[in-house]
């Protein structure tokens, strides 16, 4: 576990699209401002493919990134916070969110206690997908291979280190990483993973005449994926690129060389409760004194 020790400077970026958003970032810079820090606000374009120069540039020079939107803004800028090796601390505005550390009104004390020492860094592993040998990019949370078509499925190939293991005729073939496992391949069944695990998910998303069996593989491994029949199929991103697939279409997904480092206060079980907290496991009507005593 890595401390996040004595930041002189850092950058605000927030989704222009939310309400409140800029309000809570102006709060902000004025906490970090107050703490003798250097700091800069940067509104986020409209569109995830609008220019992030501005933010590039601002955060090649500090210390951390802090983001205020949702899970979608903290996937749009990490990309950039991975490439220039900067922590993020994510805020989020309303919806629930497992990339995001603490809510707005927590955001004030929280960013106190990490201006003041009391953080870690969590890091984050990311996968790069090649599509039929052309550049490379890069995944926080999932590469999908889907439909763009209500009521068709598209025929991928699956092959794991050059072993065809599966035909699948689907809905979309996920491979997630252990933070898109929370994601689109919970909501489709797959397993939960530690949120610092190496390990990658393949599963298939309603599945014709197949299993739709998860398969947890080690980050070594390299996964071809083969569009055999695709009408109108694409590749997405987490969930923010698309790109259009022809049937022959290959699609390469492994391990990259760079993670996302997040910020966090609490202790790395945390995550068992926030999880806990997020999916509804716990009983509201259910004090839990055994389990408290017990412990």
């Known amino acids: 576990m890595k401390n996040f020790n004595s930041p002189t400077s850092a950058i605000i970026c927030y989704s222009s699209a939310i309400d409140g958003a800029e309000q809570?970032?102006?709060d902000l810079y004025e906490l970090c401002v107050s703490n003798d820090l250097k700091c800069e606000i940067q509104p986020l374009p409209d569109s995830i493919r609008g220019t992030t120069d501005d933010i590039t540039k601002q955060l090649s020079s500090s210390d951390f990134l802090i983001c205020v939107g949702?899970?979608?803004?903290?996937?749009?800028?990490?990309?950039?916070?991975?490439?220039?090796?900067?922590?993020v601390l994510g805020v989020r505005m309303g919806r629930l969110g497992f990339l995001s550390e603490l809510t707005s009104q927590e955001a004030p004390a929280g960013l106190q206690k990490v201006l003041d020492g009391a953080s870690r860094l969590e890091s984050?592993?990311?996968?790069k997908?090649?599509?039929?040998?052309e550049s490379e990019v890069f995944a926080l949370n999932d590469v999908v291979i889907?439909?763009?078509t209500l009521g068709r499925t598209v025929a991928v190939g699956v092959m794991i280190d050059n072993v065809l293991i599966a035909e699948y005729r689907a809905d979309a073939v996920i491979l997630s990483t252990a933070t898109g496992s929370t994601g689109y391949s919970l909501s489709g069944g797959g397993p939960i993973l530690f949120p610092t695990s190496k390990e990658m998910i393949v599963m298939p998303?309603?599945?014709?005449?197949?299993?739709?069996?998860?398969?947890?593989?080690?980050?070594?491994s390299a996964v071809d994926f083969y569009v055999e029949?695709?009408?109108?199929?694409?590749l997405a991103i987490d969930g923010l690129y698309e790109y259009p697939l022809k049937s022959g279409s290959k699609v390469k997904v492994s391990s990259a060389n760079r993670h996302v480092d997040f910020i966090r206060l609490g202790e790395e079980s945390q995550f068992y409760s926030n999880l806990a907290d997020r999916l509804g496991w716990l009983r509201t009507d259910h004090s839990?004194?055994?389990f408290t005593e017990s412990s």
């Open 229 to 234: 029949r695709g009408y109108e199929a694409v």
């Open 24 to 26: 809570l970032s102006m």
């Open 288 to 290: 839990h004194t055994s």
């Open 124 to 127: 984050r592993s990311i996968v």
């Open 70 to 87: 949702g899970d979608g803004t903290i996937l749009h800028v990490s990309a950039y916070a991975s490439s220039l090796q900067k922590p």
């Open 205 to 220: 998303v309603a599945p014709h005449l197949t299993r739709s069996n998860a398969l947890v593989i080690p980050p070594t």
């Open 129 to 133: 997908a090649q599509l039929d040998e």
């Open 146 to 148: 889907g439909r763009s």
